[in-house]
């Protein structure tokens, strides 16, 4: 038996998404073989986590700092009130293994940063980006482009959220795609539960394709949402020779 054999029980329990013609057993096989790396397991994140988990992913890697507040709970789902004070990541392993024993969870309590961006990379094979802040994302998205490993960037603020995936080296990276550190963007901002989770949704699914080579991935498209109006616009992103994470051309010489 190989490492990504299915048990009776896996068959069992993943029987209604291999029905799937094109996911079927093979996919599912795929998916138990695949670790998968969530930065920041708030409340995209946590959404991600959950169906990642449900779906069977073999190992999730998740990094996210510091204790439930109260004010965490309006959206981050893996967090429960009996938890106020104590480690997100206790919270996040304890509910993940609630629903899903089988899966390999390496927890770590420390928010994505240059120090280690580069070790938790390594460890996985796709990343779910799930930051609030673009120094973190960038940084990600450096590491992901360096190690060849595809990405997928989720973000909302208020009613509106967006979602792309980077396919390093075919696709346009996140600094394609946003050159700069948006001068707008705060680290605390007004957040609906049910919009984080519709694009966690959307990450997981994403995730699930790319690992099993299902659908056509958003790479090289910019998904953009704004809930209020439910409107979805898809917006054609292109990579940028000048790109100073994965750009073919070399900076102008500097006198
Ligand atoms: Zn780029």
Redesign the pocket.
């Known amino acids: 038996m190989t490492e990504a054999d299915l048990t009776d029980e896996e068959r069992a329990i993943y029987e209604w998404q291999m029905w799937m013609p094109d996911l079927g057993e093979e996919g599912q096989r795929k998916l138990k073989s695949a670790s998968v790396m969530v930065s920041r397991v708030g409340g995209v994140g946590s959404v991600v986590a959950y169906e990642l988990a449900a779906a069977g992913i073999g190992k999730l890697v998740l990094a996210h700092a510091g204790n439930v507040k109260p004010s965490d709970l309006n959206r981050q789902l893996l967090m429960t009130h009996e938890w106020i004070g104590k480690p997100r990541m206790e919270s996040i392993q304890r509910r993940l293994h609630d629903l899903n024993p089988r899966i390999e969870i390496v927890g770590v309590e420390e928010n994505v940063s240059e120090e280690n961006v580069a070790q938790l990379v390594s460890q996985c094979d796709l990343i779910v980006d799930c930051a609030p802040l673009f120094p973190e994302r960038f940084a990600m998205n450096r590491q992901a482009?360096l190690q060849n490993k595809p990405l997928i960037e989720c973000a909302m603020y208020e009613m509106e959220a967006h979602i792309t995936t980077v396919i390093p080296h075919q696709s346009?990276?996140l600094?394609?795609i946003f050159p700069e550190d948006p001068p707008t963007w705060k680290r605390e901002f007004p957040v609906l539960g049910a919009i984080a989770g519709t694009v966690g949704c959307m990450g997981a699914v994403e995730a699930v394709k790319v690992i099993t080579g299902i659908g056509d991935p958003l790479s090289g498209r910019l998904l953009r949402m704004d809930l209020r109006k439910m409107s979805f616009q898809m917006m054609k992103v292109s990579?940028?020779a000048d790109?100073t994470?994965?750009?073919t051309q070399k900076p102008a010489h500097q006198p």
């Open positions: 482009v346009p990276c600094q394609c990579r940028r790109c994470v994965c750009g």
